[in-house]
T-cell receptor
Framework: GEDVEQSLFLSVREGDSSVINCTYT??????LYWYKQEPGAGLQLLTY?????DMKQDQRLTVLLNKKDKHLSLRIADTQTGDSAIYFC???????????FGGGTRLMVKP | SAVISQKPSRDICQRGTSLTIQCQVD?????MFWYRQQPGQSLTLIAT?????????ESGFVIDKFPISRPNLTFSTLTVSNMSPEDSSIYLC??????????FGPGTRLTVL
């Protein structure tokens, strides 16, 4: 079955760049997503990338996809304290429906 | 994006009782999903709520424990039946709006004593 893995924790200083990494196993995934979850809140869709792309940029966010290595990353430029949250990567099944989530990476931004 | 609301936002329940969680979307959607997030864990899909037919459950989840209704294209309910402390989780509904996006509701935080 599908498996999505992330590192548990990342700590950066305010103003630095953050890079959160994710590996997945299902090569038939159509889309890959990044969600943000702040304490006590639901999931906010940050960005997503279609599987035939290798990069997508959206303001401070850059998503890189290495399909050969099944590796996805999220780079946050000029990280702010408000970026402190848990970040989940997720992939869809080949019908584009069910999401399989990674375990989440807790990002801590130090002032 | 999609505006999704859930009720209740949180509840504390006694074991053996049942709780029904409601999910309302601001426009019609074909696909609605229910997820569970256990404390400190990631999200796991419980079932896909289909309008006009029975829900499709993932491995490890059964209809008797988590009955789901989907009476129309903007609304769904998930019931957590005969609760035990192990059911304490955040329950989230999500919708597939376009071919490429899934949005989540704010979640219902359930504590079972």
């Amino acid at each position: 079955g599908e498996d999505v893995e992330q590192s548990l924790f990342l700590s950066v200083r305010e103003g630095d760049s953050s890079v959160i990494n994710c590996t997945y196993t299902d090569s038939s995934s159509t889309y890959l997503y990044w969600y943000k979850q702040e304490p006590g809140a639901g999931l906010q869709l940050l960005t997503y990338i279609f599987s035939n792309m290798d990069m997508k940029q959206d303001q401070r966010l850059t998503v890189l996809l290495n399909k050969k290595d099944k590796h996805l990353s999220l780079r946050i430029a000029d990280t702010q304290t408000g970026d402190s949250a848990i970040y989940f990567c997720a992939e869809t099944d080949n019908a584009g429906n069910m999401l399989t989530f990674g375990g989440g990476t807790r990002l801590m931004v130090k002032p | 994006s999609a505006v999704i609301s859930q009720k209740p936002s949180r509840d504390i329940c006694q074991r053996g009782t049942s709780l029904t969680i409601q999910c309302q979307v601001d426009s019609q959607v074909t696909m609605m999903f229910w997820y569970r997030q256990q404390p400190g864990q990631s999200l796991t899909l419980i079932a896909t709520a289909n309008q006009g037919s029975e829900a499709t459950y993932e491995s490890g989840f059964v209809i008797d424990k988590f009955p789901i209704s989907r009476p129309n294209l903007t609304f769904s309910t998930l019931t957590v039946s005969n609760m035990s402390p192990e059911d304490s989780s955040i329950y989230l509904c999500s919708v597939r709006r376009d071919a490429d996006t899934q949005y989540f509701g704010p979640g219902t935080r359930l504590t079972v004593l």
